[in-house]
């Protein structure tokens, strides 16, 4: 959590607050998650972690998952 809020806190003095910024993860298929596989909450508890370490307005990020292809449905939202 410290290490990617560094990082975001590094880029957001150079560049500004972007009208959004993305944490992007890696997808998987949603049958994980109804399977019991925590993946997708901890890639959420990251966002919200680094969010709350950072006092950002939770209306400037998004989480959204990357990689799916096959017929199954996998996490969203898509990147």
């Not at 939770?58 to 449905?73: C, H, L, M, P, T």
């Amino acid at each position: 959590i410290e290490s990617l809020a560094n990082s975001i806190s590094e880029d957001l003095a150079a560049n500004g607050m972007p009208q959004k910024i993305v944490f992007s993860y890696h997808g998987m298929s949603k049958l994980f998650l109804d399977n019991g596989d925590p993946y997708h909450c901890l890639c959420l508890q990251t966002t919200r972690l680094v969010v709350e370490k950072l006092g950002l307005d939770k209306d400037n990020v998004i989480s959204a998952f990357q990689s799916r292809f096959g017929k199954a449905e996998w996490l969203k939202p898509y990147t």
